[in-house]
């Protein structure tokens, strides 16, 4: 039996999403687990998706980055599916489709896993170097703090005899923003 997964990151990204499932069904995959969901966050539809395969079954993904967020990740799936009797099919490596049923496509996709996961740590470090850049010339500041734009207010609500809780939800901050408030002594301004 073929089972599909995909994976997009963000709810924004439906074009994605919709585009790999219409390729794992043309591959024509019996059963697709499908999520919006960050690769660092818990993956619900890959849990059930490993767990819902059998011995002789195969998983269909359309990239490898898709399915793991690491070479080490990728690997380690591969070999558990691979100890559990169980392909794993990756359909977009570079036009050729990969199934680690063979030794020669088990071999492809440890090289390009590798070398995806090193395209992935120059892209960080270019960005970490543009926002270096950014700062030293005083164009990058960062998010802007909600909370402490809002702390004179939230003090004063609170000193009214209102409750954390609906002040937090009247000011849409966290219930903790708001404690984390009343604890900090007030900054006197001249």
């Given at each position: 039996?073929?089972?599909?997964?995909?994976?997009?990151?963000?709810?924004?990204?439906?074009?994605?999403?919709?585009?790999?499932?219409?390729?794992?069904?043309?591959?024509?995959?019996?059963?697709?687990?499908?999520?919006?969901v960050s690769s660092v966050a818990e993956r619900a539809a890959l849990t059930a998706c490993l767990a819902f395969l059998r011995e002789g079954d195969a998983l269909v993904v359309t990239k490898p980055d898709r399915l793991a967020r690491s070479t080490a990740e990728l690997l380690a799936i591969e070999a558990d599916l691979a100890r559990r009797g169980i392909g794993l099919v990756v359909l977009s490596m570079g036009g050729e489709k990969l199934d680690t049923r063979n030794p020669t496509s088990k071999l492809m996709l440890t090289i390009l896993a590798g070398v995806a996961t090193w395209e992935r740590e120059i892209m960080l470090e270019r960005q970490r170097e543009g926002i270096a850049k950014a700062k030293a010339e005083g164009k990058y500041r960062g998010r802007k703090p909600t909370v402490a734009n809002q702390a004179a207010e939230i003090r004063r609500r609170l000193a009214a005899g209102e409750k954390p809780t609906h002040v937090a939800r009247d000011l849409k901050v966290a219930r903790s923003s708001v404690y984390r408030i009343i604890g900090q002594p007030e900054i006197a301004t001249a």
């Open positions: 039996m073929l089972i599909g997964y995909a994976r997009t990151s963000t709810s924004d990204q439906k074009a994605g999403l919709a585009a790999q499932e219409r390729d794992l069904r043309a591959a024509g995959v019996d059963k697709l687990f499908s999520e919006q």
